[in-house]
């Protein structure tokens, strides 16, 4: 009979009496267990409730054990006698463990977080009066904010979410992307304007190298190609290190005089 009581979840009645009997026996584990078992559904309830706050580099079983730990204290801590119910008591206790638990684990400031709210309910707003999403103007009206403003502060949301780079996000176009595709990328190569002046400066590079004499370019070869170093060229070639040095440096200063209308950081990028 015991066990088929345990397998379905006890209503508030049976909550009290439970309590009543665990108070009076504060030993006995399986009622312990059992008083456990039924609240434990609220835990869960409350946890995936603000799962959208969850940092994505926290596991959700963390907020869960948060959630587990300020139950069984409530059961401790429960005083009837105070007007609330046990239900009532743990559901105020585990709440407040799991939002002491996300703040802790937000580094974001309060600013941050409300203007998230804020903008969250806006485009709730717009969607259900319009029937489709806020453009940007749109919302930054609603918002008494300028557009700039509103692009702050989806920048400052962004920043203090740690996500996935391929997590899907909207675009300022509103279309669906991955949070990777979101991203500036700092990597030369990639930009068109870039990569043809790179390729200018390489074809005027090879023209004034190709007018170097030919122990010259064939240092420069051994040196830059090969990854030889003064040394061994100078065993190779029969001639001094020294020398080596002196020729190598005359035929840096070869190209830069033949090169010295192109800009210093093109010439880097050549080198």
């Not at 918002?143 to 702050?152: A, T």
């Amino acid at each position: 009979m015991e066990s088929a009581t345990a397998g379905r979840r006890a209503g508030t009645d049976e909550l009290q009496r439970l309590w009543r009997r665990y108070h009076q026996q504060p030993n006995d584990k399986p009622l312990r267990d059992r008083l456990i078992l039924s609240l434990a559904p609220m835990v869960k309830f409350i946890v995936y409730r603000k799962v959208r706050n969850v940092p994505a580099h926290v596991e959700i079983e963390d907020y869960l054990s948060v959630g587990l730990e300020a139950l069984i204290l409530s059961l401790d801590r429960y005083d009837p006698e105070k007007g609330a119910t046990l239900e009532q008591f743990a559901w105020t206790r585990v709440h407040g463990a799991v939002l002491d638990e996300l703040r802790r684990q937000d580094w974001a400031p309060r600013s941050v977080r409300r203007w998230e709210r804020d903008i969250e309910k806006g485009v709730q707003d717009f969607t259900g009066v319009h029937g489709r999403r806020p453009t940007q103007d749109e919302l930054a009206q609603m918002l008494g904010c300028s557009l700039d403003d509103l692009r702050r502060h989806r920048h400052d949301i962004a920043r203090s979410d740690v996500t996935s780079l391929n997590a899907v996000v909207l675009s300022e176009d509103e279309t669906e992307v991955e949070r990777l595709d979101t991203l500036a990328s700092n990597d030369v190569r990639l930009d068109p304007e870039a990569r043809a002046l790179n390729s200018d400066a390489k074809g005027r590079f090879r023209v004034a190298f190709a007018d170097l004499p030919q122990r010259e370019r064939e240092i420069a070869v051994l040196l830059y190609v090969k990854h030889l170093t003064m040394a061994e060229i100078g065993e190779v070639l029969g001639v001094s290190e020294s020398r080596i040095c002196q020729i190598h440096g005359k035929s840096k200063r070869k190209l830069r005089a033949a090169l010295e209308d192109d800009d210093a950081a093109l010439f880097h990028l050549v080198a």
